[in-house]
């Protein structure tokens, strides 16, 4: 039986009903795995021995008659910018390719707690930093959709685990869309939640006033069970959220009679795939069918909002990543000094990816130069905010594309950072306003999947779980499953 391909919330009811066992589903994930691992690369560290340890004991839960979370025995996966304690946290970084934490991320802790089963540490763009895998310093996960295909970034690795079976649910993180464009071109559900929801403790910092942990997974209803289990206030992050959590699997309700959808015009930008397009506007036609209502809106901001990302958020990093210098942990070159051995440190350990933007933020925060770009991107970033404030006045929801295009060839734009730059464009502003955002899938091009994007105001989780469901439980887009082979 092909486990691997069933949804979380599927596996669950197998377990209870003792059809299958924690262990029998691990190990066949875990064969999947060895099956398909040399060709998608889905995987910094692997981690099967103790994932056979967390499946065992589910199992004697279970044999004992006790009740069990939803995702209790379902094996994941997690980004490896995520801390586990034990457990290499490499940020897909060779200047901490040996580091292993002494504690485990607060939502690492929680999925402890739910007795998830945990299959290993997920490629990524070095420290979050790209929106391909390409910038890993390992190597690049490919798209089990076309082997020849990006799976996007920077939660490439936990988005392809999924999409190749070699995970049922992974967690990512998302500083500019790192969540939802993987998500699309894999042809998934990916999730960005409120800044705040979730807690950051423990996740390895790029840009701290923008990141954000979220669930990737096959369906909406797996996407709110994972919500269910990481969202939450947290005492050790100063900017989580100190508000009730609500049982999102409530909010897995197939009607969105009344709902009111944004369309905004700013959003279909030069260079947009016209299949794209089509699925997008197919896709709003069908949810005015189902009963939500539609209006254009202006959102005039947008177009600054590329620009303003890569101010600040390099500016972070370059504060973020300062700590990397070979002294407190990480690997270190020896020099003739210690600001020598900063130097060969930082050159020899760090992608060129990671550089640029360090360069950048380090310009942006420089004496001289800090009003004219750092301030003032700024001023835009509240500007952009103020946009989606004015629109969630008279809309529910927005709906744009997730990324321009489907998931491009690997190297197609590894030399020209610019056009990597553009594939974020519908998904920065999002993180640049703290809204939550949802990709799921709504049509293919050339067999590729497209990502519609669903952006709804703080806190509206439940909005876009249901608006999501409802478009997923009148299509099939996300029944198909990944081939891993090129497109014929």
């Not at 377990?15 to 060709?39: G, I, P, Q």
């Not at 901001?301 to 300062?322: D, G, K, M, R, V």
């Not at 478009?471 to 081939?483: R, S, V």
Request: hydrophobic residues 40%; proline residues 4%; negative net charge.
């Amino acid at each position: 039986m092909e486990l691997f391909k069933y949804t979380a919330h599927q596996l669950h009811e197998k377990l209870v009903s003792k059809e299958v066992s924690a262990v029998e589903l691990t190990k066949n994930v875990l064969a999947r795995v060895d099956a398909v691992e040399n060709d998608v690369k889905s995987y910094i560290t692997q981690t099967g021995d103790s994932a056979l340890a967390q499946a065992e004991a589910v199992d004697a839960k279970i044999k004992q008659g006790q009740a069990i979370s939803m995702l209790a025995g379902i094996p994941g996966a997690l980004k490896d910018n995520i801390c586990t304690q034990g457990i290499k946290t490499t940020c897909a970084s060779k200047i901490l390719a040996e580091f292993v934490p002494p504690y485990n991320a607060t939502v690492v802790e929680k999925l402890m707690t739910a007795d998830t089963v945990i299959i290993g540490k997920a490629n990524m763009d070095e420290f979050a930093m790209g929106g391909s895998t390409e910038n890993s310093g390992f190597f690049t996960t490919h798209n089990p959709w076309d082997l020849r295909a990006v799976p996007g970034g920077s939660s490439g690795g936990s988005a392809a685990a999924v999409a190749a079976g070699q995970a049922i649910w992974s967690l990512g993180s998302d500083t500019g869309g790192s969540i939802r464009q993987p998500a699309a071109y894999c042809g998934l559900v990916g999730m960005k939640p409120t800044y705040g929801r979730v807690s950051r403790y423990g996740l390895v910092a790029y840009a701290s006033s923008l990141d954000q942990i979220g669930p990737i997974t096959r369906d909406v209803t797996d996407c709110a069970h994972v919500l269910n289990i990481i969202c939450g206030h947290d005492a050790k992050d100063s900017t989580s959220i100190n508000t009730l959590v609500p049982d999102y699997t409530k909010a897995l309700v197939n009607n969105v009679k009344g709902l009111k959808i944004g369309l905004p015009r700013e959003y279909f930008v030069s260079g947009m795939d016209s299949e794209v397009e089509r699925a997008i506007n197919k896709a709003i036609e069908q949810l005015v069918a189902l009963g939500a209502e539609y209006k254009e809106i202006s959102m005039p901001h947008t177009e600054y909002a590329l620009s303003a990302y890569y101010l600040l958020a390099p500016a972070e990093a370059s504060t973020n990543l300062a700590r990397y210098d070979g002294v407190s942990f990480g690997k270190r070159v020896e020099g003739n000094d210690i600001v020598d051995m900063y130097k060969k440190t930082r050159s020899e350990f760090f992608g060129a990816e990671v550089k640029r933007r360090i360069m950048l933020g380090t310009y942006a925060l420089s004496a001289g130069y800090q009003d004219a770009y750092y301030l003032k991107a700024l001023k835009v970033r509240t500007l952009v905010k103020q946009d989606f404030d004015k629109a969630f006045e008279n809309v529910d929801v927005i709906i744009t594309p997730t990324a321009p295009t489907t998931a491009f060839r690997i190297g197609e734009k590894a030399n020209d950072p610019l056009a990597m730059y553009l594939q974020d464009v519908c998904t920065i502003p999002v993180n640049l306003a703290g809204v939550p955002a949802v990709s799921i899938p709504c049509g293919f091009a050339a067999n590729m999947p497209i990502g519609l994007q669903i952006i709804a105001k703080p806190l509206a989780e439940e909005t876009l779980i249901r608006t999501a469901y409802t478009f997923e439980q009148n299509n099939d887009y996300h029944k198909g499953f990944a081939t891993l082979g090129e497109v014929k």
